[in-house]
């Protein structure tokens, strides 16, 4: 095992120490850090443990607020508001989701619209415990303006992710992506390493376009798929806007940040799937996908998850795999 | 005026009677005709009057009932569940969308899962009513396989469009997109006149790439945005479909032939915005979008929505443009 490979449990036992140096109760330290530790063992590092000094530096600043769980208000027997008073994501998140998920096996549906919460973290494992359960979710979240609009020069909308789980046998089906082509992280790992970035990535601070990493730092990055994915990227910025009553665009601050409050906001919708389900079938319709002929032999058809569960079995068995200042930083909190 | 700009007034009546020869009772005649028109008022041909034929033949064959709105069934407080029962699809549509958003204003939220009913037409115009009367809607529907999966050969995902419509001032915003590149109408399009296909817009009957319109009428066509489309239009199959208990993949059929009942899925959420509402906030948002430096000075950047809406005001004024054969097809159905 490599030096950069970390046991599971040893990581999970650091940062949980970390968080608890900085003040932050048992119970809401280890939903943290299992929200960090999933995104780090399905090999989305953006999303994992890197994130933990900086929610640290929020905390012992008094920026996020580690014992709140959001304040709850049913604005319809449907609806929750959840104001998160800046707690941390995943404890606000999940005690809205716990609200929803029972509330939907009554009324068929039901949704949470959480505003000054923390980041989220991946929202891939909301929708993948939600459909696990049997109930589908489909999650949104807004986050700093770093998109630029289909045609335009500077960033104006958020990388605004959607993630949508649907029951299915044997695992529940999990669809995670931002509505950016690439993320504002890729654009500064590609800077560190120096390395060039593909045309039609990202724009430069005057709206050019530029394969310089470092230069595209300080503008914009490009929608996914063009002109439709810019639009899909608008509508939930607002959807989510309207809903929450959150921040829109440049004004959206405190998801990357240590100084800010965090305005952005965030939507779970809960359904209840058809009497009876369709795990089953839904379940042999994506087996009938990976088993179709793939445009290279070598190459099988993939299906939104697969590569996340498989990097997930590995880093179970292999240790994590982790940046060694990153971890050192992560020691250094949980020691002090 | 040109001989194939015909009067919106004239087109309008004379359609009414097409569908009132075969059977189609006057009400639901004007409901499934102002559908089309409103699509063919906003240059979306593929959605307008070449679709009447069609309508007609079903209801004449007996595949559609121009009669039934639908069965309708609460399955909780806030989910609808409606049996189409092969109904019109607008008149169905329109049906389930007045009980579920009169139950929002109640619960917050309400949904309505959808089976077997025929095709809604262009779904922007449901998302434009429901967000100018200002609530939230996201309408999803399914439709036959069409798309080839990410690095795959052969059509297993239907083009599954979604619109969302948020309440802005002074017009809603509206998203309506297929997940699809291009659609399977371009392709026709393209075979007819005998121009080329872009690279990787289509596959043909085997699976190979090809710029060749009529070889691709036979294969299938590209997800738009990549994997990340692939993997929203899939995300959108299974949801629709477990929500729905509509069919998934190649067994969908019925919204392009005269012989299959319909057994798609289709599925309207409807959100109350904030207390409030932040139509005011979202519409200063999208018009600093609209103000925002344009990449090339000729062409401002656009909001979704804004060339259809501009494209409806020239329309009123000169009248639709309707091909030749179109036309004359349904003046024969409305004195037959």
Redesign the interface.
């Known amino acids: 095992m490599s030096e950069h490979f970390i046991n599971v449990d040893e990581a999970r036992r650091t940062c949980v120490e970390a968080l608890g140096n900085a003040g932050v109760p048992l119970e809401h330290a280890r939903v943290q850090v299992d929200l960090l530790m999933e995104a780090q063992l399905r090999g989305r590092a953006s999303h994992g443990l890197l994130r933990l000094p900086r929610i640290v530096e929020r905390v012992r600043r008094g920026i996020a607020d580690p014992i709140t769980r959001g304040e709850l208000c049913?604005?319809?027997?449907?609806?929750l508001?959840v104001n998160g008073r800046q707690g941390l994501g995943p404890v606000i998140a999940f005690h809205a989701l716990e609200q929803i998920t029972l509330r939907?096996k009554?009324?068929?549906?039901?949704?949470a619209?959480i505003e000054q919460c923390n980041h989220l973290g991946m929202i891939a494992l909301y929708a993948e415990r939600v459909a696990a359960q049997g109930q589908?979710l489909?999650a949104m979240t807004t986050s700093e303006a770093l998109v630029h609009?289909?045609?335009?020069?500077?960033a104006?909308?958020g990388t605004n992710p959607?993630a949508?789980g649907?029951?299915?046998a044997p695992h529940p089906?999990v669809?995670d992506?931002a509505t950016s082509l690439i993320s504002m992280g890729q654009v500064h790992d590609y800077a560190h390493r120096g390395t060039p970035l593909e045309t039609g990535w990202a724009l430069d601070a005057n709206?050019d376009p530029t394969l310089d990493a470092t230069a595209a730092k300080q503008g914009s990055i490009a929608p996914?798929?063009?002109a439709?994915?810019y639009?899909?990227g608008?509508?939930f910025?607002?959807?989510v806007?309207?809903?929450?009553?959150s921040a829109?665009?440049v004004e959206v601050k405190g998801t990357l940040d240590a100084e800010h409050p965090c305005n952005k906001g965030d939507v779970f919708?809960v359904?209840?799937?058809?009497?009876?389900?369709?795990?089953t079938?839904?379940g042999a319709?994506?087996d009938?996908?990976r088993r179709?002929?793939?445009?290279?032999a070598d190459?099988p058809?993939?299906?939104?998850g697969d590569r996340a569960h498989r990097q997930r079995a590995r880093s179970l068995e292999d240790g994590i795999s982790i940046a060694p200042d990153v971890w050192r930083s992560i020691r250094e909190l949980a020691i002090s």
């Open positions: 049913w604005r319809g027997n449907s609806l508001h939907a009554e009324t068929g549906v039901a949704v619209s589908i489909i609009p289909w045609g335009g020069r500077t104006m909308i959607v949508i649907v029951p299915a089906f669809l992506m709206g996914f798929g063009g439709k994915g639009a899909l608008l509508a910025e607002v959807l806007a309207s809903l929450t009553a829109m665009g919708i359904i209840e799937p058809a009497a009876g389900g369709a795990a079938q839904v319709y994506l009938a996908i179709s002929p793939p445009q290279r190459r058809v993939l299906v939104p």
